[in-house]
């Protein structure tokens, strides 16, 4: 499978100078199958949906949008995918089932409609289907999806472990291990769900929203960046990507952040927006 980061960054999008090498985009992983020309799955809609727009050669969407959760820096790109908004798309958007029901038009109105935004989400062109998904093994668009509900704060969130037979890459990009305890390392536990998403993946891509001197910003619902090369590391996953990055966190505070893992193994990357991983 071919792994397009079109958006590594959380919370806020970070537009300007400081922020052109890894990218200012919020969240957004764009996956297309070996050999074929344009993504078919899309993991969250971030403003880095926009980027997808750029892989598609101008054609229509024709896939399924995955959302973890429902946060503004997982969603507010829904409406400016131009790809998407397209008389010939057809797109399949699946967000986690919520405990008090709802349906998925419902939960995503919450964001998207007026007077918050001009329209509602059936108002988007094409063909668009909207529903929620469970916990559990799912079959979309040739992938093997596995949903796994993660702690994070704020609204029901969970980490996705997909797999084309051949490869499999993990992505949890916002994740709370701190709320189940401080784990063997101070950084949180590294729980069943988290372990089960992250097993042996070729790629882990995964919240590094804090750095350890901020871990009092984990009441925010993220991780220290050294859970997620911990977690990798008893995982056994290949490469550990570090991904959501404070919208503060300059280009050069990430090299910096890169430098601390130089030579580890698993290898760490910190994740750079327009980076493809052939897997
Ligand atoms: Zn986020
Ligand atoms: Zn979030």
Redesign the pocket.
């Known amino acids: 499978m071919r792994v397009h980061l079109c958006g590594v960054r959380g919370s806020t999008p970070a537009p300007g100078f400081e922020f052109i090498r890894y990218g200012g985009h919020t969240a957004c992983v764009a996956i297309a199958h070996d050999g074929a020309a344009a993504p078919s799955l899309v993991l969250d809609a971030g403003i880095g949906l926009q980027q997808v727009h750029k892989l598609l050669n101008g054609s229509p969407f024709r896939g399924t949008i995955l959302l973890s959760?429902l946060?503004w820096?997982?969603s507010t790109g829904l409406p400016f995918f131009p790809r998407g908004d397209d008389d010939t798309a057809a797109v399949h958007l699946l967000l986690p089932e919520q405990a008090d029901g709802r349906d998925a038009v419902e939960v995503l109105s919450g964001i998207m409609r007026p007077p918050y935004f001009p329209v509602g989400p059936t108002a988007l062109r094409g063909d668009w289907r909207f529903d929620t998904i469970a916990p559990g093994r799912h079959e979309l668009q040739g992938f093997t999806v596995l949903a796994l509900e993660v702690p994070?704060k704020g609204g029901r969130?969970f980490g996705y472990r997909i797999s084309d037979g051949n490869s499999t890459v993990c992505y949890m990009p916002?994740h709370c291990p701190t709320v189940l305890g401080p784990g063997e390392d101070g950084f949180g536990e590294y729980h069943p769900a988290a372990l089960e998403l992250a097993s042996g993946a070729d790629l882990l891509l995964h919240d590094a929203q804090l750095l350890p001197d901020e871990e009092e910003m984990a009441v925010y619902?993220h991780a220290v960046a050294d859970y997620g090369v911990g977690l990798g590391t008893r995982a056994g996953a290949a490469t550990v990507v570090l991904f959501h990055h404070r919208s503060d966190r300059t280009d050069d505070e990430l090299d910096e952040l890169a430098g601390r893992f130089t030579g580890h193994a698993p290898p760490v990357l910190v994740a750079a927006e327009g980076t493809i991983f052939e897997l």
């Open positions: 959760h946060h820096d997982h994070h969130t916002d619902g």
